[in-house]
């Protein structure tokens, strides 16, 4: 078994008894116990390839002997026929645990040889630069129905999956954890630092002492149990909806998450709190836009993701704190009209400059 000598003694009697399931056919270890950089309080990434029919990845995190433990839930046809780009860095990191037929290890020995290559990295830049498009749409959306605060909120997340072109292009990992220092290093290999400075700019994390940090730290931990709180209560609406988004609710809601949450936060705040406001900001996104989607399902109103913030601030189900606590710790209390416009105009030419350069970019710097 291909796993840490420290590892081990904690987790083969878990990897036992995933290996006795039939439906699951691999096992691998991936993320930062993998790489060979994990902190202390880093959790452990298991990916699991399972013969169940299903078309996503979701995940489940459990406690082994007090070690956190992420486990990845994709299905087997992902491994063995086409292995989509969102996936491509955990198969290429991956260390093969179990293999019952030889098709995850089939997968990671062809992701080796094609994870470089020009034609795969355009793969999964295109990927992320269909995503930024679709959260500048909503951006725009909300700045033309008047939310200011959700046009920002969009924007960020669009300049965000523009800075992973950059990461991949310039042969970084993209971690959460260390997405600012990559992301740094590789805009200034590729001569466009001006656009990583523009997106810590947007973001507001050069400002922030690591005194700040601690403060937005704090304030999380007390957002996330409201948020655990009235998923707890409400969970029975999950059952309608879809099952990515169930599990996720239902990743987010328990407290081993959290834990394991504030523990790596606050190690990463000693050691570059910066990287940590940005890890800060961008798990509390994903969590407040699913939380949002609970929310209009408990009042049974349409949601709409461009208006994620107006929604929670409008609402009379949600309580306050969460909303107030959100918009501190996204940097999006006080956003006029004039700040929303120029923080979509920025983002929007952003995403020009690097549609335009990104095919030019890959042939110079990866092929």
């Not at 087997?76 to 198969?91: A, G, L, M, N, S």
């Not at 072109?165 to 970084?172: D, P, Q, S």
């Not at 879809?242 to 809601?253: D, E, G, M, T, W």
Request: net charge neutral; with cysteine; aromatic share 10%.
């Amino acid at each position: 078994m291909d796993v840490p000598s420290k590892l081990r003694s904690i987790l083969d009697p878990f990897i036992d008894d995933l290996r006795a399931r039939e439906t699951i056919s691999g096992i691998g270890l991936f993320g930062s116990w993998s790489r060979g950089d994990a902190a202390p309080s880093s959790d452990v990434d298991l990916l699991i390839v399972e013969s169940k029919d299903f078309d996503y990845e979701y995940v489940e995190r459990v406690e082994v002997n007090n070690c956190l433990v992420d486990l990845n839930y994709v299905p087997k046809r992902w491994v063995t026929h086409r292995v989509p780009p969102e996936i491509d860095q955990k198969i290429y990191e991956t260390k093969v645990i179990f293999d019952r037929d030889g098709s995850l290890t089939k997968a990671k020995n062809l992701m080796l040889k094609v994870y470089w290559r020009p034609e795969r990295v355009e793969i999964r830049t295109e990927a992320h630069l269909i995503e930024a498009d679709t959260y500048i749409g909503r951006a725009r959306m909300a700045f033309n129905r008047g939310d200011y605060q959700s046009t920002k909120f969009n924007s960020i997340l669009g300049f965000c999956s523009l800075m992973k072109i950059l990461t991949e292009i310039g042969k970084k990992p993209i971690l959460s954890s260390f997405f600012i220092r990559n992301l740094e290093s590789a805009s200034k290999n590729l001569n466009m630092h001006s656009l990583y400075e523009n997106y810590v700019k947007l973001m507001g994390l050069a400002d922030l002492s690591k005194a700040d940090v601690k403060v937005m730290l704090n304030m999380l931990s007390s957002v996330w149990r409201s948020i655990m709180d009235f998923t707890a209560i409400n969970f029975s609406f999950t059952k309608s909806f879809h099952p990515k988004v169930s599990a996720k609710l239902n990743y987010y809601r328990h407290e081993n998450f959290l834990k394991g949450l504030i523990a790596r936060l606050m190690d990463l705040t000693e050691e570059a709190h910066i990287e940590s406001a940005h890890y800060m900001f961008h798990v509390l996104a994903d969590a407040i836009t699913h939380y949002a989607f609970l929310l209009s399902a408990v009042e049974g109103v349409r949601f709409d993701y461009a208006t994620t913030m107006k929604h929670i601030s409008e609402s009379k189900s949600s309580p306050a704190e969460i909303y107030h606590g959100a918009v501190n710790i996204l940097n999006i209390k006080d956003v006029s009209k004039g700040e929303a416009e120029e923080t979509l105009k920025s983002v929007t030419e952003a995403a020009l400059n690097i549609r335009r350069k990104r095919k030019d970019l890959i042939s110079q710097f990866i092929g």
